[in-house]
């Protein structure tokens, strides 16, 4: 079955701290896409990032970088310096790639609402 | 570059009565989906497009709802005889469909349904 848990419901931090978000996953796939998205409070989900199974090189994209370890099933999110703007809620999403009918949906954990404040 | 487009953004009706969503994806894509949120939760899938196709239905699609995508390009979402657990916010994606991979898909703004 798929699965996918994220067990921070809420982390508050201070401004300019770093900040984790764990992500674990559950799959019986072997060809599977891991993925973040963040929530604003204006509601629209924004991608944050891609990667499938094969590719366990960790990320880096400014102040943000991806953990991805296969070994213990868990794809984290880490902000540096972590600025107001990065309060949302951020989710982490599986998707399996199954037959060609099924199309890559995706399946969301409950996600973290992170609050930074100033 | 136009994103996902998503009308109404607010939708609120009695319980019993139907109500209809419509989504535009970004052009060129030929993958659309319809995902459901509710308060403190993360985005539960409905269906999928490929093109015209309908391909995949989530269980949580009852009889009450039904999906379309006549020219593969907008989507519609209907749901007949309105519930008060139907209300949520209602959620479109697209995104381009690869051979033998997944890409990411780009969300709109979603629909708010409040059933009274």
């Known amino acids: 079955a798929q699965k996918v848990t994220q067990a921070q419901t809420e982390i508050s931090v201070v401004e300019k701290e770093d900040v984790t978000l764990d992500c674990v996953y559950e799959t019986r796939d072997t060809t599977y896409y891991l993925f973040w998205y963040k929530q604003p409070p204006s509601g629209e989900l924004v991608f944050l990032i891609r990667r499938n199974s094969f590719d366990e090189q960790n990320e880096i994209s400014g102040r943000y970088s991806w953990n991805f370890q296969k070994s213990t099933s868990s794809f984290n999110f880490t902000i540096t310096a972590s600025q107001v703007v990065d309060s949302a809620v951020y989710f982490c999403a599986l998707s399996e790639l199954g037959g060609y009918n099924q199309g890559g949906k995706l399946i969301f954990g409950q996600g973290t609402e992170l609050s930074v404040k100033p | 570059d136009t994103g996902v487009s998503q009308d109404p953004r607010h939708k609120i009706t009695k319980r019993g009565q139907n109500v209809t969503f419509r989504c535009d994806p970004i052009?060129?894509?030929?993958?659309l989906y319809w995902y459901r949120q509710t308060l403190g939760q993360g985005p539960e899938f409905l269906t999928y497009f490929q093109n015209e196709a309908q391909l995949e239905k989530s269980r949580l699609l009852s009889d009450r709802f039904s999906a379309e995508r006549p020219k593969g390009s907008f989507s519609t979402l209907e749901i007949q005889r309105t519930e008060q657990g139907d209300s949520a916010m209602y959620l479109c994606a697209s995104s381009l469909g690869i051979a033998g991979g997944i890409n990411e898909q780009f969300f709109g703004p979603g629909t708010r349904l409040t059933v009274l």
């Open positions: 052009s060129e894509h030929n993958r």
